[in-house]
């Protein structure tokens, strides 16, 4: 029996292994059972038709029999409740994903003629804490066993790790990791530390992928076909030149021009000749797909800022992913950064042959390296709970390494409080309700006590495959409960993007609505302290109850009207007159 890598990517999917081989690590790419253009890698696609179920290439090459039937892309939906319709039946990305990675493991035991005892799956850096457990659900109903979920740049880096860094037993050096696939971008640095990998930032661009590069060379054609009175009139022609688009942009990454007759294209014929021929060459392919590329920078820029170092401190950079193998992408992007990008690994295979490596490290590899490997990803995004008046207490920042756990006090709000409900949300805003809330955990049997007398301790956990859980603990009663985060949250990446790009832009409101959040928070913590003080009348004499009275119906009033100016003063003054710290 096995244990295999497998990188579950938008566009195409690969699965690989790693064994010892006379005292020598050996990966290889575990081949597609029904070939695919390059031979080795499985087309995330899926058609429905009827009652057959097609996966991989015979689903992709059926797009254009059965458009309805057919999905891609729903690596971008798992974790969330989108629900994907073929026909009358509706069905979830886990079960989609659940679909390919059957083939995957079907594949890879008629290929290595055993069964697969687990896989290491690879997911994208930005994945919250759902859509892990739904690429996990998904294994599961395809029989797989994880044996453990890794971040895609962290395999790509081990890979790396392996073939260009293993007798170098004191290396400590900085790698960038430019990971664009189909749909997405993703650029994350890492530091390598003798073994132990380090996720020093995240960032990227869900809308920022090979796809535009395909859209934009159609756009062109699109247009040159026009200027040459050539129609494109029909739903066929349309699909035909999208094809061919994706067929051209392949074409250019390897040829310097590709020539083509209209007719031809139009009919599915790529290769066939016509009286119109057209020529385009890699420079124009260069020129059309140079902003997207350039666009990809924020994302760079980004990565730097997070991580606190400049690209002067940059030792490597790694490629990932089928458009970056396209030499005006290499060569643009390692002019950005001043430097060369590693060679040796095919970016199509790069995280399944890392994936496959953690997959065998802990059988033959520990047995012809002695060394060990630590993994150390980060949270995507700040987790935290939230307070009275909406205020968020952060209790995880993003880009905290994981595994990591944390645990904080927190109290009641009100006289002999029974229980206690913790909300928890996932986001970068200092509001609660501006954030995703992703679960929520009851409390009860709390002692019976005054407000604030009764401590709870609240503990964040994160295990290595970015699992949350959340437990609280009265510390008087010993009464407990926890909670693991497994239900959708609607988050897709690109909902991260935006929850990021919203902190900025809200960045000014969203304190001012904290800070008045956090006044109210004080007045009314006063106004309880004054009112304990009355009804005990333990002004220790120097002030009279009718004061304290009088201060509290003047509290009272500007608590009910807001008046935030004056709360300020008088909270001030109070705190003075009845020396009351909190």
């Avoid at 395999?155 to 664009?180: K, S, W």
């Avoid at 002695?370 to 995880?396: E, S, Y």
């Avoid at 333990?538 to 109850?545: E, H, L, T, V």
């Amino acid at each position: 029996m096995y244990s295999i890598g497998i990188d579950i990517g938008t566009e195409n999917s690969a699965a690989a292994i790693t064994t010892i081989i006379n005292g020598s690590m050996k990966s290889v790419i575990i081949p597609s059972g029904e070939g695919t253009p390059d031979g080795k890698t499985t087309s995330s696609y899926i058609t429905f038709a009827g009652k057959n179920i097609y996966t991989g290439m015979p689903a992709k090459k059926m797009e254009k029999i059965y458009p309805d039937g057919t999905i891609k892309n729903f690596k971008r939906k798992i974790g969330t409740d989108y629900l994907f319709k073929t026909g009358n039946e509706f069905h979830t990305p886990q079960e989609l994903t659940a679909i390919l990675l059957t083939k995957i493991k079907m594949d890879a035991e008629i290929y290595l003629k055993d069964k697969i005892r687990d896989a290491v799956i690879t997911v994208p850096a930005y994945f919250n804490d759902n859509q892990r457990n739904a690429t996990k659900v998904a294994a599961d109903l395809a029989g797989i066993k994880v044996k453990r979920l890794i971040n895609e740049p962290t395999a790509a880096a081990i890979a790396y790790g392996f073939n260009q860094f293993l007798d170098e037993r004191e290396l400590n050096e900085n790698v960038i990791v430019y990971d664009m696939g189909a749909g997405t971008l993703d650029v994350t640095i890492l530091n390598i530390r003798k073994r132990t990998f380090s996720v020093l930032s995240t960032s990227g661009d869900t809308m920022l992928g090979g796809i535009e590069m395909t859209n934009a060379l159609y756009n062109h054609l699109r247009s040159v076909f026009i200027k040459n009175n050539i129609n494109i009139d029909s739903s066929e022609k349309i699909f035909y030149l999208k094809e061919f688009a994706e067929y051209a942009k392949i074409w250019l990454t390897y040829n310097y021009t590709i020539s083509f007759s209209p007719s031809s294209v139009l009919s599915g014929d790529f290769t066939g000749r016509g009286n119109i021929n057209i020529e385009i060459t890699r420079d124009e392919f260069n020129s059309i797909i140079e902003p997207i590329i350039e666009r990809s920078f924020r994302a760079i820029d980004e990565a730097f800022y997070k991580s606190g170092i400049t690209k002067n401190n940059v030792n490597h950079l790694i490629f990932i992913g089928g458009p970056t193998k396209i030499p005006f992408l290499q060569n643009t992007v390692e002019k950005y950064l001043g430097i060369k990008a590693l060679s040796g690994i095919d970016p199509m295979y790069t995280v399944a042959i890392g994936a496959s490596i953690i997959a065998a490290s802990k059988a033959e590899i520990r047995e012809a390296i002695k060394t060990g490997i630590i993994f150390k990803d980060v949270t995507p995004l700040t987790l935290g709970n939230v307070i009275i008046n909406d205020i968020v207490v952060p209790m995880i920042p993003a880009n905290t390494r994981i595994p990591c756990s944390v645990t904080k006090p927190f109290t009641t709000v009100r006289d002999y409080q029974k229980e206690i409900v913790i909300k928890i949300v996932q986001g970068e805003r200092p509001i609660g309700s501006y954030n995703e809330l992703i679960g929520e955990l009851r409390l009860t049997d709390l002692k019976p006590a005054p407000r604030g007398e009764v401590t709870i301790d609240v503990t964040y956990v994160i295990d290595r495959n970015g699992i949350l859980r959340v437990s609280a603990r009265d510390s008087s009663t010993g009464s407990e409960n926890h909670i693991i985060i497994k239900k959708p949250i609607n988050m897709d990446p690109e909902k991260i993007e935006r929850i990021k790009s919203e902190v900025k832009k809200y960045y000014d409101s969203d304190m001012q609505i904290k800070n008045i959040a956090e006044l109210m928070n004080n007045a009314n913590e006063m106004l309880y302290r004054l009112k304990k003080i009355a009804n005990f009348q333990s002004a220790s004499g120097k002030i009279s109850y009718y004061n304290i009275s009088q201060d509290i119906i003047k509290l009272t009033d500007l608590i009910k009207n807001k008046d935030i100016k004056n709360l300020k003063t008088l909270i001030e003054k109070l705190k003075n007159d009845y020396n009351i710290n909190y």
